[in-house]
Structure formats: C-alpha cells, structure tokens
C-alpha cells in the first residue's frame, strides 16, 4: 500500500534503461544547444558526444559540427559531416556542408564527389555548381571550372560570385576579353566589391590597359584604405611604368597605415632601387625580412595574391 502512494504522489519510480537513456540523451541534447548559444563550445562538444554516445541523432550532430567549425576544430568537423552523410546520403544541404567542410581543408576530389553527387540528386542546385567550380580551380582544371560555373550563371543569372571566379580563371587562362566582361558583370551585381576591381584592374593591365588599371586599384584604395592587394598591385604597376616617385609616395601610405606591411616594404625598396637610393633600398629588404616576407622567393611580380590576402570568404 505504501508502495501505491508513493508512485501515486511523486510518479512511476521505476524505468526501463531505453527510458533512462532516453532521458538522458535529451538532458544532454538540449544542454549542449544552451551552452553552444552562449559560447560555451567546449562544454556543448561534451554534452554533444555523451548524447552520441546513447544514439546517432541528426540534429545532434548537426549542431556538433557548427560548434567544431567555431572551434577550428575541421578535421572533427569533417569526420561528424560525415556521419550525417552517411545517416542521409541523399541530403542535398547535408552533402554541401560536407564539401563546404572538405574545401576549407584542401580536400577538392571529396568536395568534387559530394558536388557532384549533389548534382545527380538535384540538377538545378545551384551552389553545387558553383562549389565544384570553385574545387576545380584549386585542382588545376580550369576548364572544368568554367564549365560547372557556367552552368551555376545559366542557372542563376544575378550569382555574382560565379561571374566573378570564372573572371578570375580567364585571368590565369589569357581569355582577357571575357574575363572583363565578366567581371564587369560582377560589379554590375555588386557595385562596391573590392575583389571585382581587383580582378578587373589585373585584367585591364594584362590587356595592355595600364592607365585603367590604375582607376580601378585606386578605387579600391578609396573604398577601403587597409585594402593591401590595392597598394601591392598599384606599386608593383608604377615600378613596371618606371614610376618610382608615384611607387614610393604610394608605398609610404600604405606603411604609415600598416607598420607591420612587410611587402609594402619590399615594393618600396624595389622603387628606392630604382631611383639608385641603394642604401634605403637595403633598408626596406631588411625591415621587410624582420617582418617575416621571404625576399628570396620574390620576383617583383605580384599577379595574384588572393590566397594570402583575400578580405573574404566565398
């Protein structure tokens, strides 16, 4: 009888273990979502992996690799992607998240299979594409690139990133006269993006267009000051029209903007030598090689710095 009041009174006493464990994979589920809103990552990865621990759950490990990727964490971020494919093979968003992942790594045949795989289950998938464009362009295979980038721009007209990749592989292709057509039509779709005068400036140079060139790197500099690829590919365009006054009055303001600029020391020790100033030269070399630039493996011609200087992330 007493036995009847007590469950009576304070509940059922007694559980099975699929209840118990139940229960304490909700406990953890939702504890690990409270602690990755605030900030919390490392205490949300552990209640995230003991609430693994009692069953594979979707969302579960959806939230683990966002808090992975907020850790730098990319390998384990990868590895759970993973085990989502594998619960939902036929996710699109599932497969795009794991070559987004697979991209950051350097990992381009894995984002190629996944884009593709995307491709089969959804054609019109726009950012697969798009991706696979992007991953074949590390890889090497340009014209694989233009190829899925194209069909991202069939599919979506107004995808200014895409415009603006395939921009940048015609640059590194010698197709000059596309390549400022597409990048016109980035910066028709997104007026103030540095990256597209960037590119269009190299094209206007590489098509024998110096003085356009010009206007388009100083329209960087008066969009954004601290943008370093400006200054670099400006200075770097002054010393090839024997300019070093302009090359040096030019570096100056980047360094007094940066202190820290070792290329802009670099450039600037190049224009000094230029002007015969050997003793300044050197010391622009020396300052440049303090500040970690490895003046050995440069040549003077910076064509393409978006690897090391890229303001942001497609």
């Known amino acids: 009888m007493a ?10 006493s007694e559980q099975t273990e699929e209840q118990k464990n139940e229960h304490n994979f909700d406990v953890f589920k939702y504890d690990g979502i409270k602690a990755a809103k605030i900030g919390k990552n490392k205490y949300a990865i552990r209640c995230f992996q003991e609430a693994l621990d009692i069953r594979e759950d979707v969302e579960v490990l959806e939230h683990l690799t966002q808090v992975y990727t907020k850790e730098d964490r990319l390998e384990d971020a990868i590895e759970t992607a993973g085990r989502l494919v594998h619960i939902e093979p036929e996710n699109v968003p599932v497969l795009l998240l794991h070559a987004n992942l697979n991209y ?18 959804d054609p019109a998938e726009v950012k697969a594409h798009y991706m696979a464009g992007r991953a074949k362009k590390m890889k090497g295979d340009p014209i694989g690139a233009i190829v899925n980038l ?14 603006l990749l395939r921009a940048e592989i015609m640059l590194e ?33 590489a098509s024998g267009k110096p003085d356009l ?15 370093e690829q400006a200054y670099l590919q400006l200075g770097n365009l002054y ?15 980047a360094i007094e903007l940066k202190p820290d600029f070792a290329r802009a020391y670099h450039e600037r020790g190049r224009a000094r030598l230029m002007k015969g100033d050997k003793a300044g030269s050197l010391e622009d070399m020396k300052k440049a090689m303090e500040l970690g630039e490895d003046t050995a493996h440069i040549n003077g011609n910076y064509s393409n710095f978006e690897d090391m200087y890229k303001n942001r992330p497609l």
């Open 104 to 121: 950051m790594a350097g990992n381009y045949d894995q984002v190629i299979a996944d884009c593709n795989k995307s491709m089969e289950l």
């Open 239 to 253: 010393i090839a029209r024997e300019q070093p006054d302009e090359a040096i009055n030019l570096l100056n303001e």
């Open 150 to 163: 194209s069909q991202a721009i069939t599919l979506k007209d107004d995808y200014a990133e895409a415009w």
């Open 213 to 227: 060139a010009e206007k388009d790197y100083r329209h960087i500099i008066e969009l954004n000051p601290f943008n």
């Open 173 to 205: 292709t010698g197709d000059y006269a596309d390549g400022l057509q597409d990048a016109a039509k980035a910066l028709e779709l997104v007026p103030e993006e540095e990256n597209a005068y960037l590119v269009r400036g190299k094209l206007q140079e």
């Open 3 to 12: 036995n009847f009041f007590t469950k009576l009174l304070f509940g059922e």
